[in-house]
């Protein structure tokens, strides 16, 4: 039809395509092709016998399609909940300490630093690489305080490609570095200025998010004001919830009139259907039908939670619970940028679950795949733009190349599809992603 000969098809891929439904954790896709429009957006994916009809349909020519060679196949890009743009800086060390010591001693001096825009702008350039050319296509990120930096990990973003939620860090009581604090007026100002020079900026993936260091962090009048901001501008929400006892203990120490933590962020308007929390190791049943009704999310950070000894995120409740999760690196609490990391360390944690607890039914390697694709684009609230391979969304990809010389796994001539997946997951790393893609442009191998 007219409508459709209007849309111009950029690019069509031929081969293999991995990816999660809400009926499936995994399908796998053989021999299909797909296409993707000018503005970026996945417009055809259907078995390669429909490839003439296609071709008329839209207007390509057998020359313009991409064919991926033996083994090869595409996942979609892999979404990190939560991590810390800033302690990137530190990464893989300092893991000796449980949560409110490590903040004081390694994490707020770290992240004092960025008050000079010139360290931030050497390591957020690195982080934003180092996460893109691991498959991370999409990041939630916490900066620092200081907004001059964090537009600048914006703009960092929006310039090598990566899609991504940036959060100047709200923090006003309680830090024992005292230069690494704001007041609580400087706060909400710099929030606002954050915010409104950000979205004038109009980068077309990058966005604010509001950001509450977490209860121990921030005064009532805080929270509440921060609440309210989100509100008015439909914004995003992202904070750190119940990962350690001794914190949990004292919030309740904090609110004795608050039934538990999840109650002091309901009661501040911080738990929306655009809120992603992180950890969330020791949330009740009760708690999470909280998060259920809210429709907030729960972003599990696997690495971190063993790092710092946390605890273990018993994510087959959470799901039972119908609350909306996907997986975070949390860098530096959790010592590795990559997404494949987290889909390693949720396993772990869910076998760790499972030698503890008779019956338990242990996550399968397709669930925890789900939740480092369409998991986090859910809870991201991002799940109409990205997540899986559905006409309409964003094609955000990874291109997977198994068997590439010197690679970290071998591939036999018995293997199936499946097998080489899983292979990749267990055991892949960046050398495999050969080519990402975000919105439909090819955003490694690196420009420059
Ligand atoms: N809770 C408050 N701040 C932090 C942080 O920077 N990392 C982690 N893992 N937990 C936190
Ligand atoms: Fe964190």
Request: charged content about 25%; aromatic content about 10%; glycine content about 6%.
């Amino acid at each position: 039809s007219c409508n459709e000969s209007v849309i111009g098809i950029t690019s069509v891929f031929k081969g293999a395509f991995v990816h999660s439904t809400h009926t499936s954790p995994m399908d796998i896709l053989e021999n299909f092709i797909l296409g993707v429009s000018e503005a970026g957006k996945i417009v055809f994916i259907e078995g390669a016998y429909e490839q003439e009809n296609l071709a008329k349909r839209w207007g390509f020519r057998n020359t313009d399609i991409t064919h991926l060679k033996d083994w090869e196949f595409f996942i979609p890009g892999m979404v990190d909940t939560h991590i810390h743009a800033s302690q990137y800086s530190y990464m893989g060390t300092g893991l000796d300490m449980p949560l409110l010591q490590w903040l004081n001693t390694y994490t707020f001096p770290a992240e004092l630093k960025y008050k000079k825009t010139e360290f931030a702008e050497e390591v957020y350039n690195k982080v934003v690489k180092r996460t893109l050319k691991n498959g991370t296509t999409t990041a939630c990120y916490f900066a620092t305080i200081h907004t001059d930096s964090t537009l600048l990990l914006g703009e960092i973003a929006d310039k090598i490609g990566q899609r991504a939620l940036v959060g100047k860090v709200c923090m006003d009581i309680n830090n024992t570095v005292e230069e690494y604090k704001e007041t609580t007026e400087e706060s909400v100002e710099e929030t606002k200025r954050f915010i409104s020079t950000l979205l004038q900026r109009k980068y077309p993936q990058v966005k604010p998010i509001i950001t509450p260091r977490f209860v121990l962090s921030c005064s009532d009048k805080l929270l509440k004001d921060l609440g309210f901001i989100a509100k008015n501008n439909d914004l995003h929400i992202q904070s750190h919830i119940s990962e350690n006892t001794e914190e949990v203990q004292i919030v309740k120490e904090m609110f004795p009139d608050c039934t538990s933590y999840t109650d002091v962020y309901n009661k501040y308007n911080l738990l929306t259907n655009k809120t992603v929390m992180a950890h969330g190791c020791h949330l009740t049943d009760k708690e999470l039908d909280i998060f259920n009704q809210r429709g907030a999310a729960i972003s599990h950070c696997p690495n971190s939670n063993l790092s710092l000894c946390s605890g273990l995120l018993d994510v087959r409740n959470v799901l039972k619970h119908k609350v909306k999760i996907g997986l975070g690196t949390d860098v530096s609490g959790g010592y590795s940028p990559s997404m494949l990391d987290a889909i390693r360390r949720a396993l772990d944690t869910s076998k760790a679950l499972t030698i503890q607890t008779s019956g338990y039914e242990t996550l399968t390697y397709k669930e925890v795949f789900r939740l480092a694709t369409l998991g986090g684009s859910q809870a991201l609230a991002l799940e109409d733009t990205i997540g899986n391979f559905e006409v309409g969304k964003d094609f955000d990809a990874v291109l997977v190349s198994p068997s590439i010389p010197d690679g970290p796994f071998d591939v036999f001539a018995g293997d199936t599809f499946e097998v080489v997946v899983e292979k990749f997951l267990n055991l892949g790393d960046d050398r495999n992603m050969v080519e990402v893609y975000v919105a439909g442009k090819k955003v490694v191998p690196f420009k420059e």
